[in-house]
């Protein structure tokens, strides 16, 4: 895939937050991003290499969301690492117990 023409995409999903006081919805976590550039880590930069648009708000994450992608075409054989750096919204409910919760998320690179 690297410098390849094909292009990709990463999605991100989390689990429902668990704890011995009880469990918070991955359906009350939600990502957002302020813009849809990517920042360069290392490497050439790609203007093809952009953060879903869909993440201008808060999504839940509770199934898998597309976050960053590149689009096939012509790539130049740029290759790059980049990165976004999203807000979490975690929606606690009513009455949730005060206590330490955990869950996973999981970020996953799909070649299309």
Known sequence: MKGADSGWYTTISVTD???DA???????????????????IT??????VVVS????SYTPINS??????????SNLGK?????AFPWL???IPAYQSVGAYHGVITYTIIEN
């Not at 009880?22 to 360069?40: C, E, F, H, Y």
């Not at 290759?79 to 990165?83: D, E, K, N, V």
């Open 17 to 19: 937050l668990t704890g």
């Open 22 to 40: 009880g469990t918070i919805p991955a359906a009350n976590i939600s990502m957002k991003v302020d813009t849809t550039a990517t920042q360069l």
């Open 43 to 48: 490497g050439s930069a790609n203007a093809n």
């Open 53 to 56: 648009n869909t993440l201008l």
């Open 64 to 73: 898998a969301v597309t976050f960053i992608k590149r689009d096939a075409g």
């Open 79 to 83: 290759l790059g690492r980049y990165a």
């Open 89 to 91: 919204q975690v929606m």
